[in-house]
């Protein structure tokens, strides 16, 4: 079975960094589209920032503060979350896909608190 793990998260600061990882079962996450995405409580879960080749998106409200990318030789999908904002708080899911099926992680909580 395919599995994805995220790790990372944790209680921050305003202001403070994380850095998010995503570790696969096997090498499906060097070459395959992934994303993070993350759900807030009572709040849809959102796309925050994909990966297809090596072209990026992020959404507008973390662009600039969060940068994604691929550690090739570790298969691990990565986020650094700096800046944090207390809107930040939520579970970050990673995502792969792989033909027409999508895999995802059970998700780290991130949380963003003074």
């Known amino acids: 079975q395919v599995q994805l793990v995220e790790s990372g998260g944790g209680l921050v600061q305003p202001g403070e960094s994380l850095k998010l990882s995503c570790a696969a079962s096997?090498?499906?996450?060097?070459?395959?589209?992934v994303a993070w995405y993350r759900q807030a409580p009572g709040k849809q879960r959102e796309l925050v920032a994909g990966m297809v080749g090596g072209n990026t998106k992020y959404a507008n409200a973390v662009q600039g503060r969060f940068t994604i990318s691929r550690d090739r030789a570790k298969n691990t999908l990565n986020l650094q979350m700096n800046n944090l904002e207390p809107e930040d708080t939520a579970v970050y899911y990673c995502?792969?896909?792989?033909?027409?099926?999508?895999?995802w992680g059970q998700g780290t909580q991130v949380t963003v608190s003074s």
């Open positions: 995502k792969t896909s792989w033909g027409s099926r999508e895999y």
């Open positions: 096997i090498n499906i996450l060097t070459l395959n589209p």
